[in-house]
């Protein structure tokens, strides 16, 4: 790109800061929550009619008979798209636009958009509605700038990202809305900083152990088994055996914070015998049973039949070390790991313009959570997605949750540059 693009481009980006306030506080005045889902198709309506206005086809894809899909709440994603002038790749902006719950902590109206201070505040400020307007006035500054575009752009706003993606980006990958010849190129404006690539992130396995007793008098706990007991047993092989041996497993990937650099595995719940009551007392009682569930993840460098493994071996030499000991365990949820790489176009690309635009050198990274680029990578097949975007991650799902406005007009010029610079490469 020219000197005198760049400098336009910028220019058209600046003059829309006001703009990009608005639309942001626009973005957070629909209460998203998931669950349930809220007002997903009055907020996907609101993307789609802005980029209509803008030339784009606009379509809403309802992710029919996904978990929590029904009338009431409907999974209803949008993505718009702009062809350019002639053939070419498409480089593609994904946004979720769910929100987690508030909490109660906040000192503000969560849902106002509240501007102090060069901030915007609001659920949903930074994960992901500042990186869902930023990348909305990247490309209409691109499209304003008068260059000439091959390919195509699109963005578009998903559903369930919090919750899995089910009904956001992996309905659409399993039907080819994130695979060439369709896209090539994705970015997703997920808040890592405006100076950094994440490239990709650590899976995940959850899984419910139960152990089994049997039931007896409390006066008599020898009449009975303990479940309880059996699950410390449980968790002290854990201390003893497993912890040690995840925190010696060392990974590849440039995950922040780097305490996620090694396997982990965390403890989720644990409940045993009877629920504790507010009012009144217990029955006297030998827990006969108790569930625990974890959940562990994983560096690129394991494979999910391994890592599963690893921990029925221990359970199972437990049944052959403790008598009476007796488990159970099932699968909750699991998510491969995902990287793509550093050098390929959408990273390369966007590095750069971090440059171009910060004066900085680009840190790649990984994220120690998933985000939707496994359904990119896993389900589209495509590899070559990145998450970049304004806002700070350790604010998501915080109270008064915020994205500093100078961040987003930085990462608006860093992905208007990316863009560009990706649409001018061969398909
Ligand atoms: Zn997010």
Redesign the pocket.
């Known amino acids: 790109m020219t000197q005198d693009l760049a400098e336009t481009i910028f220019k058209l980006i600046d003059a829309r800061r006001d703009e990009l306030v608005e639309l942001t506080r626009d973005l957070i005045r629909f209460p998203t929550i998931n669950p349930p889902g809220d007002v997903y198709q009055a907020c996907a309506e609101f993307i789609g009619n802005r980029l209509h206005a803008r030339g784009f086809h606009v379509d809403y894809v309802r992710a029919v008979g996904t978990p929590g899909d029904s009338d009431a709440y409907p999974r209803i994603n949008v993505v718009a798209r702009r062809e350019g002038t002639h053939a070419g790749p498409c480089v593609h902006f994904n946004s979720?636009i769910d929100v987690v719950q508030t909490g109660a902590a906040w000192t503000m109206d969560p849902f106002a958009g509240v501007v102090r201070d060069g901030k915007v505040y609001g659920r949903g400020a930074c994960?992901?509605k500042g990186g869902l307007a930023a990348s909305i006035i990247a490309v209409e500054a691109l499209l304003d700038a008068g260059a000439e575009l091959p390919g195509a752009l699109e963005i578009s706003g998903t559903v369930d990202?919090?919750s899995g993606g089910y009904g956001g980006v992996h309905y659409l990958a399993a039907r080819g809305w994130f695979s060439a010849p369709r896209v090539h190129h994705v970015i997703i404006p997920?808040?890592l900083n405006v100076d950094r690539v994440c490239i990709g992130h650590r899976g995940v396995w959850w899984a419910e152990i139960e152990t089994r007793g049997r039931i007896a008098h409390g006066s008599m706990p020898f009449l009975g088994d303990c479940a309880v007991r059996h699950m410390h047993a449980v968790i002290d092989r854990f201390e003893r055996e497993l912890y040690p041996k995840l925190a010696a497993r060392h990974t590849d990937m440039p995950v922040v914070p780097s305490g996620a650099r090694s396997s982990t595995l965390n403890i989720n719940s644990i409940h045993g015998g009877h629920a504790e009551q507010k009012e009144g007392f217990p029955a006297a009682c030998v827990p006969d049973s108790c569930r625990m569930v974890i959940d562990r993840r994983l560096l690129i460098e394991e494979g999910m039949d391994d890592a599963k493994a690893e921990v029925v071996a221990l359970l199972d030499q437990l049944a052959r070390d403790r008598p009476g000991f007796q488990y159970g365990i099932r699968d909750l949820f699991e998510v491969m790991p995902t990287m793509a790489d550093r050098n390929g176009p959408v990273a390369r690309s966007t590095a750069a313009a971090i440059r171009r635009v910060t004066g900085r050198d680009p840190e790649f990274i990984c994220s120690p959570g998933t985000?939707d680029q496994k359904h990119i990578d896993r389900v589209g097949k495509l590899k070559d997605c990145i998450a970049y975007g304004p806002g700070i991650l350790d604010l998501?799902h915080q109270p008064d949750e915020y994205v500093v406005i100078e961040d987003m007009v930085t990462s608006a010029k860093v992905m208007a540059l990316a863009a560009w610079s990706l649409l001018h490469r061969s398909a």
């Open positions: 979720h994960d992901m990202e919090e997920e808040p985000y998501a």
